[in-house]
């Protein structure tokens, strides 16, 4: 059973940068395709970016160029880098993994996934 942990979510003012962090245990991250997703009030779940060792990194049109997506394989750990941050990129932000390749953006496909880390953008 995989458990992730996210961190690193909080307030800043359009423009800020925040870098989320997830923790996994119970899976190496290097076999598997790790994710966000964001969901914002009101709003349907949304992938945000996505990396598989040995594939390439995935990423939504509307954090493309601002977002970065990265791992450390040592740590089992992924990030998610994120700049100019915008207002309506305010969301509780989740790390999900799956085993499978494929698809990247559909939240459906992961069976695991963290409790959330929110990002308030003002």
């Known amino acids: 059973h995989v458990q992730l942990v996210e961190s690193g979510g909080g307030s800043v003012q359009a423009g800020g940068s925040l870098r989320l962090s997830c923790i996994a245990s119970g899976d190496t991250i290097s076999r598997t395709t790790m994710a966000w997703f964001r969901q914002a009030p009101g709003l349907e779940r949304e992938g945000v970016a996505a990396i598989r060792s040995g594939v390439g990194v995935f990423y939504a049109d509307s954090v493309k160029g601002r977002f970065t997506i990265s791992q450390d394989n040592a740590k089992n750990t992924v990030y998610l880098q994120t700049n100019s941050l915008k207002p309506e990129d305010t969301a509780m932000y989740y790390c999900?993994?799956?085993?499978?390749?494929?698809?990247?953006?559909?939240?459906?496909?992961?069976?695991?996934r963290g409790q959330g880390t929110q990002v308030t953008v003002s």
């Open positions: 999900a993994s799956k085993a499978a390749c494929g698809i990247w953006y559909r939240g459906d496909l992961y069976p695991y």
